[in-house]
């Protein structure tokens, strides 16, 4: 559940486990951080924005539409459609290639390599160098030391951390994924198998001689 605030400062009535100062700005409230409450001052921020920086208006769009041009847009207008049948293959994929927003986790799958202790700046060169994936920020736990029943299970978002930022298996990554993003998974596993089998084979050989 998301609430919206007329007022800024009612934000330290949304959560009785919250023990930010009243004072504090809204931006560093564990409600703000945590993406359960949301001020209509931030939409005058990103209008103020988005007409001193005319990019500014396309990466909000890649935010929320998960990167909608406007060919697709107009494609995808009212009364129009997608016939499969009338369009190329390559105009198929120029239409899909495009990113969304998603998670991905460290505990498994391709980047849990970083989750022990790792961090971020080698998962950011890795994800984009691999994978084509952009990392953007990290959504994490709010009480990752404390493992007693009473932890809390809210997680809190960490935009753009710092390159030496240590990384846990629990974090989930904001990222950009590339539409082929599964293709580029499989055949990264698969060159990673072949230079596995590889190295052994080659062992095995240097061991009998």
Avoid: W
């Avoid at 209509?40 to 208006?57: G, K």
């Avoid at 710092?162 to 599964?182: A, G, H, K, Q, R």
């Amino acid at each position: 559940m998301i609430t919206e605030l007329a007022n800024d400062s009612n934000v330290q009535f949304l959560d009785q486990d919250d023990e930010d100062d009243p004072d504090t700005e809204l931006y560093m409230t564990q409600p703000f951080a945590c993406g359960t409450a949301f001020a209509v001052s931030v939409l005058d921020s990103l209008m103020s924005t988005s007409y001193f920086n005319e990019n500014a208006l396309t990466l909000i769009r890649t935010l929320i539409t998960g990167g909608a041009t406007p060919q697709l847009e107009q494609i995808l207008a009212e009364g129009a459609g997608i016939p499969g049948s009338q369009l190329s293959s390559s105009e198929l994929d120029y239409i899909r290639d495009r990113c969304k927003v998603g998670q991905a986790s460290l505990y498994d799958g391709p980047f849990a390599q970083f989750g022990d202790n790792g961090v971020y700046s080698d998962l950011f060169v890795y994800a984009l160098k691999y994978f084509g994936i952009l990392c953007i920020g990290l959504h994490r736990f709010r009480d990752t030391k404390d493992k007693s029943a009473s932890s809390s299970c809210k997680r809190y978002v960490i935009t753009n951390p710092p390159n030496d930022f240590t990384l846990l298996p629990s974090d989930m990554v904001f990222c950009f994924l590339p539409y082929d993003v599964e293709l580029r998974i499989s055949q990264q596993a698969d060159l990673d198998q072949r230079k596995k089998k590889k190295k052994s084979s080659s062992r095995s050989r240097s061991s009998r001689h």
